[in-house]
């Protein structure tokens, strides 16, 4: 076992998400995502409706992998005591979406 209390197991997990993750942000996504929103929203250039399935259907693929190292924030948790340390050392709000 590491001397950071970590399991062996747990830290090669680590590793291993670790590594996905640059891969995947190495991967380009966002920008081709950004391409195929261009492409759809050009109005100068017509494309089939096929084409048009095809580039979205690949964007949401993209984004799905982005979501893997980049994921939404739309909530953050937090368990334990209300009256925490963690909760009077930061100011916390809320907003409706």
Do not use: C
Not at 23 to 29: F, I, R, V
Not at 54 to 79: F, G, Q, V
């Amino acid at each position: 076992m590491p001397a950071s209390g970590v399991s062996r197991a747990n830290e090669n997990r680590r590793v291993r998400q670790d590594e996905l993750r640059a891969k995947l942000s190495a991967g380009s996504h966002l920008d081709h995502v950004i391409d195929y929103v261009d492409k759809i929203a050009d109005f100068d250039n017509e494309l089939e409706s096929a084409e048009i399935n095809r580039l979205k259907i690949a964007a949401e693929l993209k984004l799905k992998l982005i979501n893997k190292y980049l994921p939404d924030l739309k909530a953050t948790e937090h368990s334990g005591q209300i009256d925490s340390e963690v909760i009077r050392k930061h100011r916390v709000s809320f907003s409706r979406d």
